[in-house]
C-alpha cells in the first residue's frame, strides 16, 4: 500500500458522504452488522455494466419487486424477464442474468457463492463483477476497478500511459490501496469518489479526501486524465424495419433468433442491417401489403456500428397471412416492451 493512511482517510470521507443506492447497506448499517444481499449486489452490479446509476434506480426496483430473491428470478418466465430488460441493452446480458440465476439455484442451493473463485465461474459473471459482489457482498479484498475506479487512479499517481493500454497499471495502483479492513466499504467509496468528487470534466478537488496525496492535483493535469487511445469510428449500417398493422390493431412481430444481436428480444421483421458501403439490403416484407415509407429515420448505436433504419408501415386485412413473425393484439403488446432500437422504429411511425 502507498500509504495506509489514505484508505482510512477515503473511508472517513465515505462515512459521511455515501451515496444512498437501493442495494447499499450505508456505511453505520454495516458496521453495525447489517450484511448486503448478494443478489441484490449482483443485480444491481450486472445493470450498471448497462448505464448511469440514475437510470438503474427504477429497472432495480421493478426486478427486485417483481422477483425479490433469486429463486424467484430463477424461476420466472425467460420473456417476461427480457422484457422487464427493455431498454437496458446488451441483451445476452439478460439471457446470461437468468442463467447465472438458475446455475445459483440448481448448484448453489440458492445462496451465491462467497468464494471469488467460484463467483468468476457463474455465466455472465466476469473478473470485475466477481471482485465487486466478493468485496461489496462478502467484504473479501478484491480489487475492484471500474471506469471511475481508473479515472482515480490515474489522477492520483498521475498516470499519463492511455487506456486501454494503462488497465494493468491502474489495477495494480488500486491493489496497492485496497485494505484488508472493511474492503467492501472501500471499493463503493472509490466508486462513489469517481462518481460524485473525482469527476470526468471538472474534479472537485476542493473536496476531495485524497488531495494532498493526488500527484494530478500538485501537478495541475487532472482534467486531462486518463488519457485514452483514441477510439476508430464506428461503421454505419442500413437496414429497414417493416411495421405491419392488422385492421384489428394487432401488430406483425417477431422473436428475433436466440443467437447474435437483440437475440430472443421480440422486433419488427426487418431486412438485414448492411454496411452504408455495401449495396443497399435487398427488400424483404413480412407479409404482401401495400408498404409506405415513413419520413426520417430510427437511428440507433450498438457497441459496434451505428444504425440507420428506414420504417415502413402497412395497413393488413385480417385474414392475410405472414411469411414472418405472427401478429400480437394491441392488449398482449406493449411498445415499451422492445429493445431500444425497436421503439425507436415504433415511435418514428407513432409520428415521434
Ligand atoms: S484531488 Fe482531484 S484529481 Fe485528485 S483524486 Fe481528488 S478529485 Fe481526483
Not at 149 to 162: C, G, Q
Not at 193 to 210: D, V
Not at 235 to 254: H, K, M, Q
Not at 287 to 314: D, S
Request: proline share 8%; hydrophobic share 40%.
Amino acid at each position: 500500500m502507498r500509504d495506509p493512511a489514505e484508505a482510512s482517510d477515503l473511508l472517513d470521507w465515505y462515512d459521511r458522504h455515501a451515496r444512498d443506492l437501493p442495494w447499499r447497506i450505508r456505511p453505520q448499517a454495516r458496521a453495525a452488522g447489517v450484511t448486503a444481499d448478494p443478489y441484490r449486489i449482483w443485480l444491481s452490479e450486472i445493470m450498471l455494466q448497462q448505464t448511469t446509476v440514475a437510470a438503474v434506480r427504477e429497472y432495480f426496483r421493478v426486478f427486485t419487486e417483481r422477483w425479490p430473491t433469486v429463486e424467484d428470478l430463477a424461476a420466472a418466465e425467460d420473456a417476461d424477464v427480457m422484457a422487464a430488460w427493455a431498454g437496458l441493452g446488451y441483451y445476452a446480458r439478460a439471457r446470461n442474468l437468468l442463467k447465472c440465476a438458475r446455475v445459483v439455484v440448481a448448484d448453489h442451493g440458492g445462496q451465491f457463492p462467497a468464494d471469488h473463485a467460484e463467483l468468476l465461474k457463474l455465466p455472465g459473471v466476469g473478473p470485475y463483477t466477481a471482485a465487486a459482489v466478493s468485496a461489496i457482498a462478502f467484504d473479501d479484498a478484491q480489487v475492484v476497478v471500474d471506469g471511475n475506479v481508473e479515472r482515480v487512479m490515474a489522477r492520483l499517481h498521475d498516470e499519463h500511459t492511455p487506456l486501454p493500454e494503462a488497465k494493468p497499471i491502474l489495477t495494480a495502483y488500486a491493489a496497492a490501496l485496497t485494505p484488508a479492513q472493511r474492503p467492501g466499504d472501500y471499493a463503493q467509496a472509490v466508486m462513489d469518489l469517481g462518481a460524485t468528487i473525482c469527476t470526468p470534466k471538472r474534479p472537485a478537488c476542493g473536496l476531495c479526501p485524497w488531495r494532498t496525496s493526488c500527484v494530478a492535483w500538485a501537478e495541475g493535469t487532472a482534467a486531462e486524465l486518463p488519457k485514452k487511445t483514441p477510439k476508430k469510428k464506428k461503421p454505419i449500417r442500413r437496414g429497414t424495419a417493416y411495421l405491419a398493422r392488422r385492421v384489428d390493431g394487432a401488430w406483425l412481430l417477431e422473436t428475433r433468433p436466440d443467437k447474435g444481436l437483440l437475440g430472443g428480444m421480440l422486433g419488427w421483421p426487418g431486412t438485414d442491417w448492411l454496411d452504408v458501403t455495401l449495396d443497399a439490403p435487398v427488400e424483404d416484407p413480412p407479409i404482401r401489403a401495400e408498404w409506405k415509407t415513413v419520413g426520417g429515420e430510427a437511428r440507433h448505436t450498438f457497441t459496434h456500428f451505428h444504425l440507420i433504419l428506414t420504417v415502413k408501415t402497412a395497413l393488413v386485412p385480417m385474414e392475410r397471412n405472414a411469411s414472418r413473425g405472427e401478429f400480437i393484439e394491441l392488449s398482449d403488446f406493449s411498445p415499451s416492451d422492445l429493445p431500444t432500437v425497436m421503439r425507436k422504429a415504433f415511435d418514428l411511425a407513432q409520428g415521434g
